[in-house]
Structures are given as C-alpha cells and as structure tokens.
C-alpha cells in the first residue's frame, strides 16, 4: 500500500514539475511573441525606411545601370576595333612582304646586264653605267694604249715601197720643184702617198654572132647592165657596213659624180643575185660544219616584217652560217641541216632543244655561268657562289697555262681532283642556300639561284668537258660574236623586210664571215661569186 503511495506521489512531483515546465515554456513563448512583434516593428520601419531611400536614390541607380551598358557596349566595340585592327595588321604584313618580293624581284631585273646574265651588250642603253664586277685580270699600272717598245704598224718607206715592187699598186710619180730649187741640180726628197680613185666608165660590149642568131650570154639579156665591181661594192656597203639602201645609193651617186643614179629596187636585186649565186659556197660551208670536231650553234630573236623570227648561227673556226627560221626549237635547227649529221662536241649555252640531239658530245657555256655567278653574288655576297666563280677560272687559267707550255691535257689525277673539288664547292654552296631560304618566300633572285646550282650538278660533265678535251673552249664565245653583228644590223634597219624575209642577209653574211676566217680579200670574194666562179676555203 505504501509502495502504491509512493509511486502516485512521484506521479505528482513529475506532474507538478511538468506543469511548471509548461508554465516556463509558454513564458518564453510570450517573450519570443513580443519579440516577434518587436522584429515586426523594426522591420515594418526598415522597409519604410528602404523604400523611402529606394525612392530617393531610384534616379542614380538607373544612371548606373546606363553607364554599365555604355561600358559594356563600349568593350564590345573596342574588342571589334582590336579585331579589325588585327585582321588589318596582318594584311598589311602581307602587303608588306609582297611588296618587298616585288621590288627585290624588280631589282633582279633592273640590275641584270651583259656583264651578270644572259642579256646581250646591244640590247643595253648606251647611258647605262656598268657596275665594276670580278674578272680574271689583275690590275697594273700600265696606261691605256700602245706601251713603250711596242712595234708600230704605221706606214714605212719600206711598206711604201714592197707595195710597188708588188705591182698591186699604181706607180705614180709627180715632181715638185720648189722655190729656187732645179730638178737636175738640187736635192730630191722623196715622200710617199697611198691614194685610192674611183672611175666611172661605159663598157661596150660587141657580140658578134652568126647570122639569124641572136644567142649571146644570159647576164647581158637587157641592153645596159651593172658592172660587178659596182655590184660588189653596193653589196659591200649593205651587207659588211650595214648602210642603208638610201644611203648606198647615195654615196654611189655622188662617188660617180651623179651618173650612175642607182635606184633601191637595184640595189635590192644586186643582193638577190649575190645571195642566188652564193647557193654552192653555202653547201660547202655547211658540209665543212658537219665535219668539224667542235662546233659552236647558238641563236637570237629578229623581226622579219614586223613578227618574231629566229636567225640560227653554226660556227667553227674557219666556218659561219646563218639561217632565219620561224622557230626557235627542234624544228628551226633540223632546218639548218647539220646537226642530224653532226657528231663531234657541240657548245650552246644550255638551250635545251640541243639535248634532242644524241648522235654528238655536248658541252655547255661556262662564260654564262661566270655571268650568272656574278649576279648572284652581287644580289646576296654569296661566299659560296664566289668561291665557285674563282674556282672555274683559275681552272680555266691553268688550262690556258699548259696550253701556251704545249701540254694538251690534264693528268688524271688532276681531272678528278677537279671533279671531287666542283661538287664540294657546290654542296657548300647549296647548303648556304637552304639555310638562308629557310622560312622565306622565295623571289625571282632566289629561284634563279637555286636553279642555277642544280644546272651546275645535274650537267656537270658538260660544264667540266673543257678540261677532258683541250680542243673544247671554255664558252661558246664563237657563237655569240657571230650574232653580235647581227644585232647591228638590227640597229641600223629595225627589222628584215621583203619577200626573201632576210634570207639574202644571212647567206651573204654566211659568205663574208667564212672568207674572212680564212683570209680571203672580201671584195674578190663577192666579186668571184657575181661571176659565178667557185670559191675555195681553206680552213676546217
């Protein structure tokens, strides 16, 4: 019973003290309820207060979010200004390097002459100043003109004197008898004068013929005709002085005192006559080129009425011909007629149409390549390409030095020492190159130069072939003084024109060069062919 007492009274104690809990509970609710509405106040007076300052500060924060957006739009502009700015930097560096290729490209070009390409000496300005390049002669301090102790070739008493006893000369004597002097008592002084005299004369010419028979020679077929040494003389003046035909016809005039009054179609006919009867000549010319050892070809553009044409020139030593042809190729030097039958060395300056040809030895220009080398070594100060200069002339210098000694070859050993030698001065050379080019764009100067090493090792047999063969010169030096005259030709008269298109021209000059070589006297040369007798040459 007391047990359940107590248990009840612990019952009300936990109760009692539950209920007091309650009790403090609901007070902290009360102070959490006042607080509550405290909070309320305070913030009801905050918001008041925000709105209020809301209100007041409602204009600034637009402005602000204005200058944001101008800010923004602004950084989005300049970020497109950098961009183009960007994109327009970079097509001016572009620009920048085209043009810098261009003008290097055009410099390449300007500073191109005689002395450092391919281009001929007539084409160039004759105010043109030459820049001073590189050659194999050392400089002296000799002057210009005859040095002391050097023969004279002046006229002599002596010379005076062979050429009458030679009977090729007139003898004439004129005295003079000066003031107080007597030709039978007083001193003679003799002096001599070397004279030249034109006379124009008729030649009648009397044909006498059997009755009813009017045959006499074809050349007198019209009643008056032109002598041959007239005819030879007009061609002379055409044909090796490069006159003019106004010009010849004028001198010719005023020589005969105006009574030989030449017309143009004349003198037109006297070079068709020449150049007909020169056919023979000019069949020797070319078979004596077809036998030759060496043979030198080369060719140079002409106009013939107004259109390119090309002039074809085969050469020896004691042979020249000429040829105009419509193409410069395959098909213009098949026309020539002799390197289908050649088989000797051939020299060209590394036109490549020759290389179709394989019945003959090919050997290449190397005064070209010294030309080049020039060229290239005055655009970049190529070490290389200056060293490589040097090195083929003092090759050529040493070969020039056996020669004038008698020795006609090179050993072996020197041959290859030679050969080892060429490469390694190239491969120095190309390295040189590669490693300046690396990275750049490559200009016309550049490509040239790359171009041209690769020539050098790809046809270095016929670049080195002159020192093999003592006979195989240096250059095609022969070739391209036979065109020289061509192009003076092509100064004096601008072009060919006529229905023979310059082919008169280039048999006559095929003529007159051949006869010089071999020492033939011009004028009996064209006289001989006028009279349709045969000509002989000596040299091969």
């Known amino acids: 019973m007391i047990g359940m007492i107590n248990k009840e009274l ?59 957006k101008k800010i923004k739009e602004l950084k989005r502009k300049h970020m497109l200004y950098v961009e183009d700015a960007m994109s327009k930097k970079r097509k001016l560096e572009d620009e920048k390097e085209n043009l810098e290729i261009t003008i290097k490209n055009l410099t390449h070009r300007i500073n191109k002459n005689s002395s450092n390409s391919s281009i001929p000496s007539s084409t160039e300005r004759i105010y043109t100043k030459k820049k001073c390049v590189n050659t194999s002669r050392v400089k002296t301090q000799r002057t210009t003109g005859g040095q002391f102790g050097h023969k004279g070739t002046g006229l002599t008493k002596e010379k005076a004197k062979e050429l009458i006893q030679s009977k090729k000369v007139k003898h004439e004597i004129k005295k003079h008898v000066l003031l107080g002097a007597s030709i039978d008592t007083s001193k003679c002084i003799v002096k001599y004068e070397l004279e030249i005299e034109t006379i124009t004369k008729v030649i009648e010419h009397r044909f006498y013929v059997k009755e009813n028979s009017n045959e006499i020679p074809e050349e007198y077929n019209t009643d008056v005709i032109y002598g041959n040494n007239l005819k030879t003389f007009a ?58 050892k060496v043979l030198h070809v080369d060719e140079s553009g002409v106009r013939v009425n107004g259109d390119l044409k090309w002039i074809h020139t085969a050469v020896t030593e004691g042979y020249t011909l000429y040829q105009i042809e419509d193409k410069r190729g395959k098909k213009g030097i098949d026309n020539l007629g002799i390197l289908k039958y050649f088989i000797g060395v051939l020299i060209h300056d590394h036109f490549v149409s020759y290389y179709k040809y394989i019945t003959m030895t090919h050997a290449e220009c190397n005064a ?39 020795v006609n070859e090179f050993s072996k050993e020197k041959i290859e020492e030679i050969y080892t030698k060429y490469s390694e001065i190239l491969s120095e050379w190309e390295l040189e190159y590669e490693k300046y080019v690396k990275g750049k764009k490559k200009t016309q100067s550049l490509i040239a130069e790359g171009n041209l090493f690769k020539r050098l090792k790809k046809y270095k047999k016929e670049h080195l072939l002159f020192i093999k ?23 004096v008269s601008g072009c060919f024109r006529g229905k023979d298109k310059g082919s008169n021209f280039a048999i006559i000059r095929s003529l007159l060069e051949t006869s010089k070589k071999n020492g033939i006297n011009l004028f009996k040369t064209v006289n001989k062919t006028f009279k349709k007798e045969e000509l002989d040459f000596i040299k091969a």
């Not at 609710?29 to 607080?35: A, C, Q, R, S, V």
């Not at 105006?258 to 143009?264: A, G, P, R, V, Y």
């Not at 190529?382 to 000694?405: H, P």
């Open 469 to 491: 063969d003592f006979e195989v010169p240096f250059s095609n030096n022969q070739a391209e003084k036979a065109l020289r005259l061509i192009k003076t030709k092509m100064k």
């Open 368 to 406: 070209h390549i010294l030309r080049y080398l020039k060229q290239v070594i005055e655009i970049f100060q190529r070490k290389g390409a200056e060293k490589f200069l040097e090195y083929l002339i003092k090759i050529n210098n040493e070969k020039k030095a056996l020669q004038i000694k008698g």
């Open 10 to 68: 612990e019952l009300f104690q936990e109760n009692e003290k539950q209920k007091n809990e309650i009790k403090t509970l609901k007070n902290k609710i009360k102070d959490l309820e006042t607080e509550k509405k405290t909070f309320k106040n305070k913030l009801k007076i905050q918001k008041e207060d925000f709105e209020d300052w809301k209100k007041e500060n409602k204009s600034s924060i637009q402005e602000k979010n204005s200058l944001l």
């Open 235 to 292: 061609t002379m003046m055409l044909n090796e002085g490069f006159i003019s035909l106004n010009r010849t016809k004028r001198i010719i005039d005023e020589m005969s005192n105006n009574t030989i009054k030449l017309s143009e179609g004349s003198l037109v006919n006297f070079n068709k006559e020449l150049a007909r009867n020169s056919n023979r000549s000019i069949e020797k010319i070319k078979d004596a080129l077809i036998k030759a």
